[in-house]
């Protein structure tokens, strides 16, 4: 089953828009994710390699194409830029 997630911040900051299906996270081509990124973040190696990927992100935090996530809190870190429970963002 495919569970179609949105996470949208209050201020403008991010807006994405995210497929949950076979336990894997898509975070969909066209996002906005955060700029900021707080490079403490346990376990967010994944995230900061597709955000310092210019193929993946561009310099306006706009996603370039759909980034597949193994877990929903790595998904949340690489769209907010901070630490956060994936499951209640």
Same mark, same amino acid.
């Given at each position: +089953? #495919?569970?179609? =997630?949105?996470?949208? @911040? &209050?201020? $403008? %900051?991010?807006?994405?828009?995210?497929?949950?299906?076979?336990?894997?996270?898509?975070?969909?081509? $066209?996002?906005?994710? &955060? +700029?900021?990124?707080?490079?403490? =973040?346990? /376990? /967010? &190696?994944? @995230?900061? #390699?597709? &955000? !310092? !990927?210019?193929?993946?992100?561009? !310099?306006? $935090? =706009?996603?370039?194409? %759909?980034?597949?996530?193994?877990?929903?809190?790595? @998904? @949340?870190?690489?769209? +907010? /830029?901070?630490?956060?429970? $994936?499951?209640?963002?």
């Amino acid at each position: +089953m #495919k569970v179609s =997630i949105f996470l949208t @911040a &209050r201020n $403008g %900051d991010y807006s994405a828009s995210a497929l949950y299906e076979d336990g894997k996270v898509t975070v969909l081509k $066209g996002s906005l994710i &955060r +700029m900021s990124f707080a490079d403490h =973040i346990r /376990g /967010g &190696r994944t @995230a900061k #390699k597709y &955000r !310092d !990927d210019p193929s993946v992100v561009d !310099d306006n $935090g =706009i996603v370039k194409k %759909d980034c597949v996530f193994s877990s929903p809190s790595t @998904a @949340a870190q690489f769209v +907010m /830029g901070s630490s956060t429970n $994936g499951w209640h963002s």
